[in-house]
């Protein structure tokens, strides 16, 4: 096997200039690229990845600064949900102020001149429907037998549900009184609302 002997000097001096030209083109193409790879990209790709921080960083202050200029709207309205809810939670009674309830009826139907004869709460048997509808409230029904005109029966109606608690009129039943034709029988179901517990 034939040794090879290679002198640098001996070849530059034998090759043309283009040659050498080339050469160095090309070593100075090997050096820029290993200078790209070992130092400028490490720079560059630290820079890029400050550069994406700084602009989250940048979007997280602005809306951390629109969250800031929007508090008093968002404490104004957070007061007006409290008020609201406040206002809700008093329309509804509490089981402890069931009897109330029976008590305001009964001063309701003497104000606008109808007579009770019977006041009766009912025991319903639930629905899944119902059992599933709330942990919070319950639905009470209230049968009421009573005597009067039509002018009072309208009027405690109008009182019943527009008035503190939420009350809702259904199953209303008029039948003619032998005794009194001006004061006839009235039968009708008052459904009303009640908070469970605290």
Do not use: W
Not at 38 to 60: D, G, M
Not at 64 to 72: V, Y
């Amino acid at each position: 096997m034939k040794k090879i002997n290679f002198d640098p000097l001996s070849f530059l001096k034998k090759a043309k200039k283009r040659e050498i030209m080339a050469i160095a083109l090309i070593i100075c193409l090997l050096a820029l690229a290993g200078y790209y790879l070992f130092f400028i990209s490490p720079i560059v790709a630290k820079f890029l990845s400050a550069f994406r921080e700084v602009s989250r960083t940048e979007s997280r202050i602005a809306k951390a600064e629109l969250s800031i200029d929007r508090m008093p709207v968002i404490k104004k309205e957070v007061g007006e949900l409290k008020a609201k809810a406040d206002f809700y939670l008093n329309k509804l009674p509490k089981e402890e102020e069931f009897p109330e309830v029976l008590e305001r009826l009964s001063e309701m139907a003497m104000d606008t001149g109808v007579k009770i004869t019977e006041i009766i709460p009912v025991k319903e048997e639930l629905d899944e429907a119902d059992m599933n509808s709330s942990d919070i409230y319950s639905q009470q029904r209230i049968l009421i037998k009573a005597l009067c005109g039509y002018h009072q029966l309208g009027t405690f109606i109008a009182a019943l549900e527009s008035g503190k608690r939420f009350m809702e009129v259904s199953d209303i039943e008029i039948a003619a009184n032998p005794l009194n034709p001006k004061r006839h029988n009235v039968q009708l179901v008052v459904k009303t609302f009640i908070l469970k517990g605290e």
